[in-house]
């Protein structure tokens, strides 16, 4: 009965994403006990974050939740390293936008399937606000970053700006959220291989970010292919 149970469960994923998400799991934890070993914090961050991935990249509401618990983990790993902007991104900003994210997808299920978001395509007149608030965001945090003295001032502002698009898409269910997250993995990279330097056990981080990257760029393709059978269907 149980082994039935799991089976079905099983059978929402196809083939391919729990390829996938085993294969993530595995370079992460295999990352982990390679460079790390004592932060567990980090594993358990990097295991949460990259299931809330494969949720979100069929447009279910459980990823978001699982983003929330990511934030505040992610934000705390980010205070050790003086990484205050992503502190301040995550617990401040990315925490909260998925909570609003949450009751957005569950208040827009596709059809009537909790298990899908109704894809939205943003107007332009929202697409030029997006902008011009982004520009505004990343330039305040820049000073406020540059006031907590942050390691890698230029990154972590790009970490911002990228993030922030990230969450308002997200927020506003738009088939780009996973490309504007996938910029943001690419930021992240760049900021904890500078970490490594430092302390290897930051390696750990790097390979959850790339394995974030790998996932982020299924979740826009599935999302577009979602775009495309939802649009279609409703003609």
């Known amino acids: 009965m149980l082994f039935h149970k799991l089976k079905s469960k099983l059978a929402y994923f196809t083939k391919g994403e729990i390829a996938l998400w085993s294969i993530s799991v595995t370079l992460i934890a295999v990352s982990f006990f390679m460079f790390d070993k004592g932060n567990y914090l980090t594993l358990a961050a990097s295991l949460v974050g990259v299931t809330s991935l494969i949720f979100s990249a069929k447009g279910n509401p459980i990823g978001q939740f699982l983003i929330v618990i990511f934030s505040l983990l992610y934000g705390i790993i980010s205070y050790t390293f003086t ?47 997006m902008i011009l608030l982004t520009i505004i965001i990343t330039f305040i945090f820049y000073y406020i970053l540059a006031a907590f003295h ?80 939802q649009e279609s269907n409703s003609k």
Not at 169 to 186: E, G, M
């Open 83 to 129: 990484y205050y902007g992503e502190m301040i991104t995550y617990l401040g900003m990315t925490a909260p936008m998925a909570v609003f994210a949450l009751i957005s997808w569950l208040r827009n299920p596709y059809n009537g399937n909790k298990a899908e978001v109704k894809v939205n395509r943003l107007k332009l007149n929202e697409i030029i606000f």
């Open 150 to 229: 942050t390691a890698n001032l230029v990154p972590s502002t790009l970490s911002v700006t990228t993030s922030f698009l990230a969450v308002y898409l997200t927020f506003r269910r738009s088939v780009f959220f996973a490309a504007a997250y996938a910029a943001n993995d690419i930021v992240l990279i760049i900021m904890w291989v500078l970490a490594a330097f430092s302390d290897i056990s930051y390696l750990s981080v790097v390979i959850c970010f790339i394995v974030f990257l790998a996932n982020d760029i299924y979740g826009f393709i599935n999302w577009s292919k979602m775009q495309k059978n």
